[in-house]
């Protein structure tokens, strides 16, 4: 892999990597919902009761915790799953509990108009790390919060270490090395932050938040498994980038063989997931 030729493309207004309408977004949704839907919904519900809550889902993808939401909440709560496509939530057949509608995060107008406050849980899972307005988001999002309220927030810390913990030869560990390199400088041009979720807990705290708590989750992706099909499903969706930013066609090919490659072992990425309550 050459990887050596740095072509940013950022379309005008291009606000977010990857994309929910790619043939491959369904599949790489229900990557993460197999990857994070269990350690997210044990977070949530050690953290309120949500029987009765109003409940509010940020970029809620394809939906799956905002379905688990819904059907936590009972007949006297209410779930807002929001997204800027939410075609694929809106495919999903009705529960009676969840309210799908289309927002912006970034537009403070929409924030008011089409999502109001007075909510007892909001959560957004790998959503703030992507938009560049992120702290200002994260301010405003509290600011829905009703007293006593939850902000979960859950987002991957890309580290900077070797990814690969085993690879079938030293040149197929190295060509994913090459690929991961590029793949984290596209999402940074198009305005992801890779470690913003450590800072999460201090934006927090800055905010005014209390009970402030970060968990850390991760595992392992061997070659075959749900992180190599999501980091598949990723490349996919970013390779015009990739091509643009020097990798080759062969590399991807190579790429795809190796993510399916059990032999392949990858340190996948840590989930930072952090909590703070608007003071009642
Ligand atoms: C990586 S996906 C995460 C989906 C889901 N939260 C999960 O963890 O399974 C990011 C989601 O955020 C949405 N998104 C990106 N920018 C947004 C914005 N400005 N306003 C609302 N949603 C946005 C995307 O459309 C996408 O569904």
Redesign the pocket.
């Known amino acids: 892999m050459s990887g050596q030729t740095a072509a940013p493309v950022l379309q005008a207004g291009w606000?977010?990597a990857?994309d929910?309408n790619h043939p491959v977004a369904a599949s790489h949704?229900h990557g993460?919902?197999t990857l994070?839907d269990p350690f997210s919904t044990a977070r949530t519900a050690a953290l309120l009761d949500l029987t009765g809550r109003r409940c509010l889902e940020?970029?809620?993808?394809?939906g799956?915790?905002a379905r688990w939401l819904a059907g936590q909440v009972g007949r006297n709560g209410e779930v807002l799953a929001?997204?800027?496509?939410p075609d694929l939530l809106a495919a999903e057949p009705d529960l009676a509990q969840l309210t799908v509608r289309r927002?912006?995060?970034?537009d403070e107008e929409q924030l008011r108009v089409r999502v109001g406050g007075g909510w007892d849980l909001i959560h957004?899972?790998?959503?703030l790390g992507?938009?560049p307005s992120r702290s200002t988001v994260l301010a405003r999002l509290a600011q829905l919060l009703a007293p006593g309220g939850v902000l979960l927030v859950e987002d991957w810390y890309r580290a900077s270490g070797d990814p690969v913990i085993c690879a079938p030869s030293p040149e197929a560990a190295q060509a994913y090395r090459a690929f991961h390199t590029v793949q984290g400088r596209c999402f940074q041009e198009a305005g992801t932050d890779p470690t913003w979720s450590r800072r999460a807990y201090r934006s927090m705290r800055e905010i005014g938040l209390v009970d402030v708590q970060t968990v850390i989750h991760g595992t392992a992706w061997p070659g075959g498994g749900t992180g190599c099909a999501l980091i598949a499903s990723s490349a996919a969706q970013l390779r015009p980038r990739l091509l643009a930013f020097g990798l080759t066609d062969e590399d991807l090919a190579l790429l795809s063989e190796l993510l399916n490659d059990p032999r392949l072992v990858l340190a996948g990425h840590l989930l930072y997931s952090t909590s703070g309550r608007r003071a009642a």
């Open positions: 606000k977010y990857l929910n949704h993460l919902t994070f940020v970029g809620a993808g394809a799956s915790y929001i997204d800027i496509k927002v912006d995060i970034t957004a899972r790998l959503v992507h938009l």
